[in-house]
């Protein structure tokens, strides 16, 4: 069977769980079979960018910064670009078939101040609009949180839209909200994905839910979504911090579901001299028999997400390869940096699972029969 590669090129990239999904996927067509093989990729965070390299391009790959963006010389070689995205000069980079920018969505989060399009991040979207002039992808993904659909962002998103259509050769572009914990993501995240093409003719249909629920008891201790089992204790990221003696109590006398605020507590570990915004993911247990709360980047202050045992001696923050495991990733695929800078690359990611989903629709309709 013929293979047509579809070459792909990502901005905000951030450990590869974008990459990683569209690199699972493949499409067979007319006798064809369709894939995408990612051949660089920008982001201004280092250890991102060490673990997409390890990760995504195991073998001929380069750290590069902005600078070195002209010696890229074809030669089968894939790039990382560790740099901040304001200093890239698009035209310089190696056209792509498909482009995928998951902005920052710092600014349009719902647990965070919603600066919206003034805030420091939000007006990043404009570089893939920039990105999309340049290098005229046959289609692009774009992903960002579900706080961008709000009231509040509402004309926010339209112009965000209106800019994209007329980008580069003028697209055809979707959007949707998705709940991701009906397409058996074992967290309740919700995602806007902005999909585009440049053939106007291209009709995009958004998959149905699948409504197939992995708990979060499946996805951690089962290892359900790849079949891979218990975790293995030399696994990497899967270091156990063991909690001080007073958030160990607290936990304890937490049931699975509640947090700080509503967990009947003991006055000597309530949590006392808070001030603003009651957070319910502070200190909240996950509840084993529904799919997990949201993973995040955060971790301090009571934000790890914490094991529903009821064993005092189980008292505990979920390790990072658990909440990898909640974002679809692999226990083969190994994340780079200190304990907190793997936790946010986990965190900021897009779920692998749902990347293939998305990716896998675009080369359906891409190229249906």
């Known amino acids: 069977m013929k293979t047509k590669v579809l070459t792909y090129g990502e901005l905000f990239c951030g450990p590869g769980g974008m990459a990683q999904g569209a690199k699972n996927i493949s499409v067979v067509s007319k006798g064809v079979k369709y894939v995408i093989r990612p051949i660089w990729a920008i982001d201004n965070d280092k250890a991102s960018c060490l673990t997409f390299k390890k990760n995504i391009f195991p073998y001929t790959s380069e750290i590069i910064s902005a600078m070195d963006i002209p010696s890229m010389n074809g030669d089968g070689t ?3 670009i560790n740099d901040d995205i304001t200093k890239i000069d698009f035209t310089k980079l190696p056209k792509v078939d498909v482009l995928a920018f998951g902005f ?13 399009i003034n805030g420091k991040y939000g007006e990043l979207y404009k570089y893939g609009i920039k990105a999309l002039d340049a290098l005229q992808p046959e289609f692009f993904v774009a992903e960002n949180v579900s706080g961008l659909a709000s009231k509040s962002q509402k004309s926010v998103l ?7 259509k007329s980008a580069g050769p003028s697209y055809k572009v979707y959007h949707d909200l998705y709940y991701l914990e009906d397409y058996g993501i074992p967290q309740t995240r919700h995602r806007i994905f902005i999909v585009g093409f440049k053939n106007h003719t291209i009709e995009f ?9 992995i708990t979060a008891y499946e996805a951690i201790v089962k290892g359900k979504v790849y079949g891979e089992g218990p975790i293995k204790k030399d696994t990497d ?18 049931k699975p579901g509640q947090n700080a605020w509503t967990a009947d507590l003991d006055d000597d570990v309530k949590l006392k001299g808070v001030k603003g915004a009651k957070f319910s993911s502070i200190y909240r247990k996950l509840e084993p028999k529904k799919p997990a709360y949201t993973v995040t980047g955060s971790g301090g202050g009571g934000t790890s997400m914490y094991h529903w045992s009821p064993a005092i001696s189980r008292q505990r923050a979920l390790t990072n ?31 692998v699972k749902a990347a293939e989903m998305i990716f896998k629709i675009c080369l359906k309709n891409l190229f249906r029969n």
């Open 321 to 351: 390869r658990e909440r990898a495991r909640l974002q679809t990733f692999p226990d083969k695929f190994i994340f780079h940096g200190n304990h907190s800078e793997v936790r946010k690359q986990i965190g900021m990611a897009v779920p």
């Open 158 to 164: 339209e112009n965000i839209l209106k800019k994209i």
């Open 237 to 254: 990221n899967h270091d156990i911090k063991e909690p001080h003696p007073r958030v160990q109590k607290r936990l304890y006398q937490t």
């Open 78 to 80: 894939r790039y990382v």
């Open 205 to 213: 249909e958004k998959p149905r839910p699948t409504y197939a629920t």
């Open 104 to 116: 920052p969505c710092n600014d349009f989060s719902l647990i965070g101040k919603m600066k919206g």
